[in-house]
């Protein structure tokens, strides 16, 4: 534990200089939240989604300054996220790489689940993750 | 709304002689939905600009050393000595503009798109002004998420170590009417530059960022600012301007003895002819095509490690590949692949290219009809992806060629490494072209992926399966083969 606490306190020092593989820390008042749809909300296709980010700052994947990172978009994944992995890329998992704040997704009628995850440099989840709460919207006719 | 304020008229006649030309930051800038603000609430929206431009917009303008040169009520063309002064000003806008916005209900948000070039313009008697150099600032703007600030690489080139922020690369576009493809970056604006000017209405703008920032307010970007000269190199690398294709370049035939041997990718001659691209199950594969696919030449395999490290060597690219010399090269944007065709192109006086989506699938197809080009079941042996058997490692691809090769006779088509093509994504095939020629208008800030990965599910490994990614972003599956014209 002392030993991770360590690994984590030297690379903290490192990172705003280069990208690194491995967990990337996040501030612990970083906050991911939707800002558009709203939990419970029901709506139709397309769903506009709004990103919002309190504590830290979004900018371009590849790019390593410190407290920021990308937004990725999961929808109706029920799969527990590999804190350790890069996040994946289909269409369960949409990538903003370019530092794009909102979407327009189409999906079927139904209900759905919708989740953000912040990602370093590299699409890998930060050290605490930062994610939103996973969101349930019902898209109708 | 935007066509309002351009085309603009060419140079008088006979004038061009005594006309005053002379190099400028000019700034073109529209308000985004101006007839349906004023559809809505005619007087209301007057009203509201007029107040913007008293209080924000005409001051800042002076503020920066700005010339109003021609206003259209929804638009404007802005002249500055500076280009650093021109973006500032812009910055200064756009912020004030997103404070404004802040409290308002969406629908009634005012915003503005604003285009930066820096070119030759021609004065005439009225003040009117023409040139190239105004007509690329305006397709700029037209072209600019509402709210942004479109740059040409001539300003970027100017700014870029003098403003702290973030530069995005949104690669060369070709800008109608303009010959040659402009560089265009987009100004992520940070707190940082706005405080630069010291001044009050800067100071409360930066405020209203903050705390927007905060909030999250589309199309802005925000960072602590540090070491800006390395900030806006490694936010925005240098895009190498389009090298004259190869065909053009005189051969000396002598001379060229001298250059080291390099890995040229093998490349499989395909006849082409009648091809079906597409897939009605699929929303993002409508509607089915049938075309005439021109013959054309095809990578054997993707590029692999050791091809993209010689263009790396000859720097012509800007990472070296750590992995196993004959695994694909991954982690690669479309603008890297752009890169290393350039580089190849010169390197071997060919003309190289991506191949185009149509391209792409009638060669994974092979000439079957099945959900596979091996059939409709899954068996080991033929691809490498997610359940697709063995040899499978979840770390990385497999080498190149490890698997059987297709009716064509290529290597990896499916599975291995997503492959980019020359099209820019479009959610379906609604419009694209009748040919198999690359779909290159609309928005190219993401490109086409195709064939899968290691890590896809088998379903994404569908000769017609779509896949799409920002075209600047290098992810660790993404590689590609490349191609030639017959």
Not at chain 2, 438 to 467: F, I, M, N, Q
Request: hydrophobic share 35%; charged share 20%.
């Amino acid at each position: 534990m002392i030993s991770r606490r360590l690994l984590l306190a030297s690379s903290a020092l490192v990172l705003p200089l280069r990208a690194l593989a491995g967990p990337t820390p996040a501030p612990k008042e970083a906050s991911l939240y939707f800002i558009a749809p709203r939990d419970g909300q029901k709506l139709k296709s397309p769903v506009t989604c709004r990103f919002g980010l309190r504590g830290m700052g979004v900018t371009h994947a590849g790019d390593s300054y410190a407290n920021s990172g990308h937004h990725h978009l999961f929808i109706d994944v029920s799969e527990p996220l590999d804190p350790d992995d890069t996040i994946p890329s289909d269409r369960n998992h949409l990538h903003f790489g370019a530092g794009q704040t909102e979407t327009q997704i189409e999906l079927a009628p139904g209900p759905h689940t919708l989740q953000l995850v912040l990602g370093d440099a590299n699409h890998v989840p930060f050290n605490p993750p930062v994610l939103s709460k996973k969101i349930k919207i019902i898209v109708v006719k | 709304m935007v066509g309002e304020i351009h085309p603009f008229r060419p140079p008088p006649p006979g004038g061009r002689g005594e006309s005053k030309r002379r190099l400028a930051a000019v700034l073109a800038a529209d308000v985004v939905g101006y007839s349906r603000l004023m559809g809505v609430d005619e007087e209301g929206t007057l009203a509201r600009l007029k107040r913007i431009r008293r209080e924000l917009v005409d001051p800042t303008i002076a503020e920066h050393g700005g010339r109003l040169i021609k206003n259209t009520g929804d638009g404007a063309l802005v002249e500055f000595e500076s280009p650093v002064e021109a973006v500032r000003c812009a910055i200064v806008v756009q912020q004030g503009m997103l404070a404004r916005n802040a409290s308002l209900p969406r629908e009634d948000w005012i915003q503005f798109r604003v285009g930066i070039n820096l070119g030759d313009i021609i004065i005439d008697d009225d003040g009117d002004i023409y040139g190239d150099g105004v007509n690329i600032a305006a397709r700029l703007e037209a072209i600019a998420e509402p709210g942004g600030i479109n740059i040409s690489g001539g300003v970027y080139e100017q700014i870029k170590n003098k403003l702290v922020c973030g530069y995005q690369s949104l690669g060369d576009r070709k800008v109608k009417n303009i010959t040659d493809p402009v560089p265009i970056y987009r100004v992520l604006a940070d707190l940082a530059s706005v405080r630069k000017s010291h001044r009050p209405r800067g100071m409360l703008a930066a405020a209203a960022v903050a705390v927007l920032c905060g909030i999250a307010a589309a199309g802005w970007y925000f960072w602590p600012a540090h070491a800006p000269q390395q900030e806006a190199t490694t936010a925005a690398p240098a895009i190498p301007t389009p090298s004259p294709p190869a065909i053009s370049t005189p051969s000396p035939p002598a001379a060229e003895v001298a250059k080291p041997a390099i890995h040229e990718p093998e490349m499989v001659a395909l006849k082409g002819g009648q091809a079906v691209i597409g897939n009605n199950d699929e929303a993002s594969e409508r509607p089915v095509r049938r075309m005439t696919v021109a013959p054309f030449v095809l990578g054997k395999y993707p590029v692999t490690v050791a091809q993209w490290n010689d263009c790396a060597a000859a720097k012509g690219c800007s990472f070296t590949a750590s992995s196993d010399p004959d695994a694909p090269v991954t982690n690669v944007s479309w603008n890297d692949t752009q890169d290393y065709i350039r580089w190849l192109s010169r390197a071997t006086n060919r003309t190289y290219r991506l191949p185009s989506e149509a391209e792409w699938e009638y060669a994974a197809r092979g000439g079957t009809d099945t959900k596979w080009w091996w059939g409709n079941q899954l068996k080991p042996g033929v691809a490498n992806c997610k359940g697709c058997g063995e040899p499978y490692d979840p770390r990385q691809p497999e080498k190149v060629g490890r698997f059987l090769p297709n009716p064509l006779g290529l290597y990896d088509m499916g599975g291995g490494v997503d492959q980019w093509v020359a099209d820019c994504s479009h959610k379906d095939y609604r419009g694209a072209p009748a040919d198999a020629a690359a779909w290159t208008e609309g928005d190219c800030s993401s490109h086409v992926l195709r064939g899968g990965s290691w890590k896809s599910d088998p379903g994404y490994l569908r000769p017609s399966s779509r896949d799409q990614y920002d075209t600047s972003v290098r992810y660790v599956t993404h590689g590609f083969r490349v191609a030639r014209s017959y």
